[in-house]
């Protein structure tokens, strides 16, 4: 489990059935995606902590210990680190976020993630990030700067009290000026994707399928170029992933999506960094074409209603044709 702070480091307490067992001994059984002899050159090498000393191959664990492990340093693919701050006071930041920045570190990613820039350019430690946005959306972000204004925000989200709206643009001619996406998502189970999730347009009791879920999305047509479509998208629910998969399973993908738009193939060659020129062209944009637009709420501690908005990219309008601001807000 990662913990707070600009050091990359994962933490582990010991247990009464590992007391007594010498540190390599133990790491090197318990994490196996790496051989023995190099984990004795990261304890060599004073990556490892035991009850904030530095630990030796040699040294003795007990029941109750605290290893902590100081992970190197990884060389971070780039990303989009403008960042715009929308609105600062002593409990709340939002920023509109732009994509290819993911807010979280995970996998390769740690400094090069909003979690990260924002400790480091706006001194705020640990900062919680209310609702999170995949790596490749753009759009608003709350983040609350202390544990109480945290627990209001949450609260209002489980509540269903807060406002989002997102502006989408779809492959396809969408036919619908208004629909109301009420189902499940589940595994998709035609996926070699373990992760990809698909909607079913039923009650989420009547499934059969391990770890359904109750999902709600309205959707209303903005307009339509060619063979796109620019949709706004309510999610009344907030599950993850829940506007690809519905689009997708909808057969109306997200322009640009390599997970949930025309092909999955996309998504598994670009894991081997093995996309084409052709397949960049059947993707349309570098980036998934969702917008986190608009987000109101009421602020955590004063009450105040709050309304913060964002913009369309002007990737996304080039794909329209559209030039400027000709629909910042729609």
Request: glycine share 8%; hydrophobic share 40%; charged share 25%.
């Amino acid at each position: 489990m990662a913990e707070v702070g600009l050091v990359r480091k994962t933490a582990v307490v010991i247990k009464p059935e590992y007391a007594g067992c010498l540190v390599l001994d133990f790491v090197a059984a318990r994490f196996t995606y790496r051989s023995r002899e190099e984990w004795r050159q990261e304890l060599d090498a004073g990556r490892f902590l035991l009850g904030g000393e530095r630990a030796a191959s040699h040294s003795l664990l007990a029941a109750g210990d605290r290893l902590v492990y100081l992970m190197p340093e990884l060389q971070e693919p780039p990303v989009d680190q403008d960042f715009v701050v929308l609105y600062e006071d002593d409990d709340l930041l939002a920023v509109d976020k732009p994509a290819r920045l993911p807010c979280h570190p995970g996998g390769i990613f740690f400094r090069h993630t909003l979690w990260t820039l924002l400790q480091e350019r706006h001194g705020i430690v640990g900062p919680s990030l209310i609702n999170r946005l995949d790596r490749e959306t753009s759009g608003i972000v709350l983040v609350a700067k202390n544990k109480q204004a945290a627990r209001l925000c949450y609260q209002q989200f489980a509540g269903r009290q807060v406002h989002k709206r997102y502006l989408v643009l779809v492959e396809g001619e969408f036919p619908f000026a208004d629909l109301q996406a009420d189902g499940c998502l589940a595994p998709d189970p035609a996926s070699a994707i373990r992760k990809k999730l698909r909607f079913y347009p039923q009650d989420a009791a009547e499934m059969t399928f391990s770890r359904a879920v109750q999902c709600s999305t309205g959707l209303r047509l903005l307009c339509r170029r060619g063979e796109i479509s620019l949709l706004e998208a309510i999610p009344v629910t907030g599950r993850n992933h829940q506007i690809r998969a519905t689009l997708c399973s909808l057969g109306f993908p997200v322009v640009g999506d390599k997970l949930y738009g025309v092909d999955e193939e996309l998504f598994l060659r670009f894991r081997q960094g093995g996309l084409t020129a052709a397949d960049h062209q059947r993707l349309r944009l570098e980036r998934q074409a969702l917008h986190a637009a608009t987000l109101c709420l009421r602020h955590p501690l004063s009450g105040r209603e709050l309304e913060f908005r964002s913009p369309l990219p002007a990737a996304m309008q080039s794909l329209l044709g559209l030039g400027g601001d000709t629909v910042p807000f729609i």
